[in-house]
């Protein structure tokens, strides 16, 4: 048998750090490689594997609201609304993220989904999982290769026309806090070459401190290049 990995997430830079999430049904090593009941492409994940996931992420059911919205950073949200589409953009453009936007956004690209699967025939969308701080999409299956395929592609247009940049909304807030001890190392560098910095700054207002978007801005990747040595990341 062969099982195709399909990973529906979003790589954004927040402080130079890539990040994915959003992770479709083979996301969890173990089942790309595991044979269906039958011959075919993809499989449905096992419940033990959806436990484990929230129980990786330290969430429960009862932690599915763990805020009922967060703020997307304001250096941030500029970028992620050119980048969004027009239907992301009606959710992120007041620069909040709630939960019932970040869910409703997930259905949307699930919908878009089931539905590309309707049109190739053969294939099953699994159900999702939505428990803990981020749904997770439940993958598809087919026993025809060229179905599974067209599938394939469908979603990750589906979950970058509805929900990618909605999830980074949702995700910035936390990974900058995530990034704080850098971005204060990377300031006090700065500050020590005779910087203005504001606290709390961003890496991009790090990086404006220095220098204008164009010319070489050296100091602040020396300062970077240390903070991330002394930190040992």
């Known amino acids: 048998m062969k ?8 790589a954004i830079l927040v402080l130079g750090i890539a990040r994915f999430s959003g ?7 173990d089942a790309a490689g595991r044979p269906s009941e039958e ?7 096992r419940e033990s594997e959806r436990s484990a996931a929230t129980s990786a992420e330290g969430m429960t059911e009862d932690a599915n609201a763990s805020a009922a919205e967060r703020t997307i950073p304001t250096a ?3 970028v992620l609304l050119r980048q969004a589409s027009e239907y992301e953009r ?13 869910l409703g956004a997930f259905q949307a690209a699930n919908s878009c989904i089931e539905s590309a699967a309707a049109g190739a025939g053969s294939v099953t969308v699994h159900e999702p999982d939505l428990r803990g701080d981020e749904p997770r999409f439940g993958g598809f299956s087919s026993q025809d290769k060229a179905s599974f395929d067209a599938v394939g592609e469908a979603e ?3 979950v970058e026309e509805f929900y990618n940049h909605v999830l980074a909304g949702w995700g910035m807030r936390s990974a900058y806090a ?8 990377i300031a006090d560098c700065l500050a020590m070459r005779g910087y203005a910095v504001a606290p709390g700054a961003t890496r991009v207002e790090l990086a404006l401190a220095v220098g204008n978007p164009g010319p070489p801005i050296p100091d602040f990747y020396a300062c970077e290049a240390e903070a991330i040595a002394k930190l040992g990341r």
């Open 39 to 45: 011959q075919g492409y993809g499989a449905a994940p």
């Open 23 to 29: 992770v479709s049904l083979a996301a969890m090593a």
């Open 156 to 158: 990750l247009d589906c």
């Open 76 to 78: 941030e949200l500029p």
């Open 90 to 102: 009606s959710l992120l453009e007041d620069g909040v993220v709630t939960r019932d936007e970040l």
């Open 3 to 10: 099982t195709r990995v399909t990973t529906a997430g979003v």
């Open 178 to 185: 995530a990034a704080q001890p850098l971005l204060a190392a």
